[in-house]
Nanobody, 125 residues
Framework: QVHLVESGGGLVQTGDSLRLSCAVS????????AAWFRQAPGKEREFVAG?????????ADSVKARFTITRYRSNTNTTVYLQMNNLPPEDTAVYYC?????????????????WGQGTQVTVSS
């Protein structure tokens, strides 16, 4: 079983930056690809960014050029990051980290088999 814990969320102002972290523990060899999703109040969960096992990244059009997904992997721990720059209020949401046993990254939530509890990001105007 893979266990994911997100951190780094908070309250920021328009134009600020934040870096979210997702600590991966447990059967980390089963966490090949990773992604970030988000869910705003009253809206469905949506894809934000994904990273394949080989490091290929994909992004939602709304965040492309502003967000960057990366992963640090060592023998003892794995962390997935989401660097978010130039944040507008529309980026306010709960952000979730997810991983998949599959090697590729996709935009579909059903691809990912492990999920974190989420971290709140609030961008004030």
């Amino acid at each position: 079983q893979v266990h994911l814990v997100e951190s780094g969320g908070g309250l920021v102002q328009t134009g600020d930056s934040l870096r979210l972290s997702c600590a991966v523990s447990g059967r980390t060899f089963s966490a090949n690809s990773a992604a970030w999703f988000r869910q705003a109040p009253g809206k469905e969960r949506e894809f934000v960014a994904g990273l394949s096992n080989t490091g290929t990244a994909i992004y939602a059009d709304s965040v492309k050029a502003r967000f960057t997904i990366t992963r640090y992997r060592s023998n003892t721990n794995t962390t997935v990051y989401l660097q978010m720059n130039n944040l507008p209020p529309e980026d306010t949401a709960v952000y979730y980290c997810a991983t998949s046993q599959g090697a590729g990254a996709t935009r579909y939530a059903s691809w990912y088999d492990s999920w974190g509890q989420g971290t709140q990001v609030t961008v004030s105007s």
